[in-house]
């Protein structure tokens, strides 16, 4: 069974940096196209970031310049380290894989403040 757990969000200031981490059981990330997604408060869950079975990235526009996905194979563990922080990314990040997402996890929360 599939098990998708997010860490590493929280409250931070503006221009701020916080790094994700996602861990799964069930498959290997390496295999598949996984994303970070994002739900702020009234809309819709959007895709942020993307990386590939062979590495190619994608982000969103709104991210692009400040966010870095990344996977460890080692460990098993897809991180989303996001840079100058702004009080529009607040919201759940969740991670999933993007073409056939598997049982969402919990998400962990990122609030941004001016």
């Known amino acids: 069974q599939v098990q998708l757990v997010e860490s590493g969000g929280g409250l931070v200031q503006a221009g701020d940096s916080l790094r994700l981490s996602c861990t799964a059981s069930?498959?290997?990330?390496?295999?598949?196209?996984m994303g970070w997604f994002r739900q702020a408060p009234g809309k819709e869950r959007e895709l942020v970031a993307r990386?590939?079975?062979?590495?190619?990235?994608r982000y969103a526009d709104s991210v692009k310049g400040r966010f870095t996905i990344t996977v460890d194979d080692d460990h098993n563990t897809m991180y989303l380290q996001m840079n100058n922080l702004k009080v529009e990314d607040t919201a759940v990040y969740f991670c999933?894989?993007?073409?056939?997402?598997?049982?969402w996890g919990q998400g962990t929360q990122v609030t941004v403040s001016l």
């Open positions: 990386i590939s079975s062979g590495g190619g990235i």
């Open positions: 069930g498959f290997t990330f390496s295999n598949y196209y």
């Open positions: 999933n894989l993007e073409l056939n997402p598997q049982p």
